[in-house]
């Protein structure tokens, strides 16, 4: 089967001052039950793509908030205060993306749920992965993208 969305992606904050285009697949969804992304969301949990650093690009006024997790930095639009993306450092080649911006967000169901024991007793996802945690190791992590990588040439 074919890729379920196609190339560029495009989408934006609740107001439309920022505006999104990502022209690469994506490396990895996720669905994340820590508590920081509850309060981020004021949901269960948040809906996670993560691109290549280098294919992702974002017009509009940002702002950083959010400063709960060290190391991290969550991106907001300076307008309406829509969480944008998440940074885990300039030197590392992914971001992580809200879904929900996407107008193609559908096309994006979570492969992996992050932080379980964080999880609301109620959540559920149709994730295909768990971690108690986040994955530990560079090998973790590649694990779970390819793991992705092979899944999303099924759907």
């Known amino acids: 089967m074919g890729m379920p969305y196609s190339l560029p ?8 001052a920022v505006q999104i285009d990502v022209t ?73 993306l809200r879904t929900s911006l996407l107008d193609q967000a559908a096309a994006f169901a979570p492969y992996v749920e ?9 959540a559920t996802t149709t994730a295909l992965r768990s971690f108690s945690g986040f994955p530990q190791t560079a090998d973790e992590l590649q694990d779970l993208l390819d793991g992705y990588a092979e899944w999303i040439t099924t759907q």
């Open 9 to 16: 992606l495009i989408g934006s904050c609740m107001c439309g």
């Open 24 to 96: 690469a697949p994506p490396l990895l969804t996720l669905a994340c039950h820590c508590r920081d992304c509850q309060k981020l969301t004021a949901s269960a949990f948040s809906m996670t793509t993560m691109f290549p650093r280098a294919a992702f690009s974002c017009s509009g006024e940002l702002i950083i908030g959010a400063l709960g997790t060290p190391g991290r930095r969550h991106y907001f639009c300076k307008s309406c205060l829509n969480f944008i993306y998440s940074d885990i450092g300039e030197d590392n080649p992914r971001i992580n």
């Open 114 to 122: 992050l932080m379980t024991d964080q999880k609301l007793p109620w």
